[in-house]
């Protein structure tokens, strides 16, 4: 858990204190982290109070559904961010791109006929359509690049 204010409060609990928040994700950043929130705070015979799900204590062992669900939920969410990142590596071997910035980018031949057709008045959005890149990378080929200004002196008389 990120939260330095949460995991202080956390710090500060005593046994048999009670914990109320108003929505469940107020006590983790996924469900897996709720989970070990909960069950931190029950070790410790704390309440863990949501009022968005009733007033139900989520350290008694009435709530062990509750827990039971938020686990599965945790598992999904894990099983479905391993899947994305599978998919992902199989893209990249199927397609044989290599991850990251595509290889659309201008080469220098290209950048040449950019700023010509840009100088006989062809427009931004029109080159980048017929190059297949943004308007910002048509716009950071055909504006000149600024000089950086003399440093100045560190002196009077320098």
């Not at 949501?50 to 509750?66: C, R, W």
């Not at 910002?136 to 560190?154: D, F």
């Amino acid at each position: 858990m990120q939260r330095r204010h949460f995991v202080a409060m956390l710090e500060e609990m005593k046994r048999g204190d009670r914990l109320v928040v108003t929505r469940l994700g107020h006590l983790g950043d996924d469900a897996a982290d709720v989970l070990r929130t909960i069950q931190a705070l029950a070790e410790r015979n704390m309440e863990v109070v949501v009022l968005q799900l009733g007033k139900l204590d989520l350290g008694s062992a009435a709530a062990t559904p509750m827990r039971t669900m938020l686990a599965a939920v945790a598992d999904m969410e894990c099983e479905r961010t391993e899947e994305r990142a599978r998919s992902g590596s199989t893209r990249v071997k199927t397609e044989r791109t290599p991850p990251g910035r595509s290889s659309s980018r201008p080469t220098s031949e290209q950048r040449t006929k950019i700023v010509t057709e840009y100088s006989m008045g062809c427009s931004v959005s029109e080159l980048a359509r017929r190059y297949n890149v943004s308007r910002a990378s048509i716009l950071g080929i055909v504006t000149p690049k600024s000089v950086p200004p003399a440093p100045l002196p560190l002196a009077w008389g320098d």
